[in-house]
């Protein structure tokens, strides 16, 4: 419930997005992350996506920064080498209260869960703005997108499935991560997207 606190295992990596109805698949590899998938499944499949900050001095146990995501593992598929594959569907975003000291190869952290806003809409003109921004971005970045899809979302599914998906760096990501609303977000969004969407001198998109 949104306001509980609880006890998360958490997933540590720059530029990773998860928010709540969205899905984000993840290949696991190392030991520390296969042991957590493991305990997650025997216990109740919940995994905490959170960015570490990149400027924390200490490269094997980075600082955190406050907000994060969990999930629910949807998918998964154990290899025969002990890596996974696996989809985290999102459900709540979290504040960090405190790092829990755990003898665990993965880190946990005590929690405050964060009430989602429900049935949030954008005014037209925003709507319009960020889809015209998107759509020169993704020319620009050479993507190839399906645009009648693209408007067939619901203004969530939009802003934050952009969010997510984004090659901002990490501070941007979690800037977006933390606005208060969609609104703010698909303004941000815009914003991201005409300030990164520069090129250089061999006409190519640059990420600055």
Same mark, same amino acid.
Not at 42 to 55: C, G, H, K, L, N
């Given at each position: 419930?949104?306001?509980? +606190? !609880? ?7 720059? @530029?990773?997005?998860?928010?709540? @109805? ?31 900050? +990149? ?8 600082? &955190? ?5 969990? @999930?629910?593992? $949807?998918?998964?598929? /154990?290899?025969?080498?002990? #890596?996974?594959? &696996? ?15 755990? !003898? !665990?190869?993965? #880190? ?17 003109? $925003? ?16 993507? /190839? ?6 408007? #067939? ?7 934050? @499935? ?16 933390? /606005? ?5 977000? /698909? ?10 969407? #520069? ?6 998109? !640059?990420?600055?």
């Amino acid at each position: 419930m949104p306001g509980d +606190t !609880t006890r998360l295992s958490i997933f540590p990596l720059p @530029g990773a997005l998860l928010f709540p @109805g969205l899905h984000l698949p993840l290949h696991i590899f190392e030991p520390r992350y296969r042991a957590m998938v493991s305990d997650a499944i025997a216990r109740d499949r919940r995994i905490a996506m959170i960015q570490p900050r +990149t400027d924390s001095p200490d490269r094997d146990r980075p600082a &955190l920064f406050d907000v994060g995501c969990v @999930g629910r593992i $949807a998918e998964v598929e /154990a290899l025969d080498d002990g #890596r996974y594959n &696996l989809i985290l569907e999102g459900l709540s975003l979290f504040r960090v209260i405190e790092e829990l000291d755990v !003898t !665990t190869p993965f #880190r946990q952290v005590e929690a405050m869960l964060m009430p989602s806003p429900r049935d949030e809409v954008l005014a037209l003109a $925003a709507r319009s703005s960020l889809e015209l921004e998107s759509r020169r971005f993704a020319e620009a970045q050479g993507y /190839a997108v399906d645009w009648e899809a693209v408007g #067939r979302l619901d203004d969530s599914s939009l802003v934050n @499935g952009i969010a997510q998906i984004a090659p901002f760096d990490v501070a941007a990501k979690q800037a977006l991560l933390e /606005a208060p609303g969609i609104a703010e977000r /698909a303004e941000l969004l815009v914003q991201l997207m005409q300030f990164f969407g #520069r090129h250089d001198g061999e006409d190519r998109v !640059t990420l600055q």
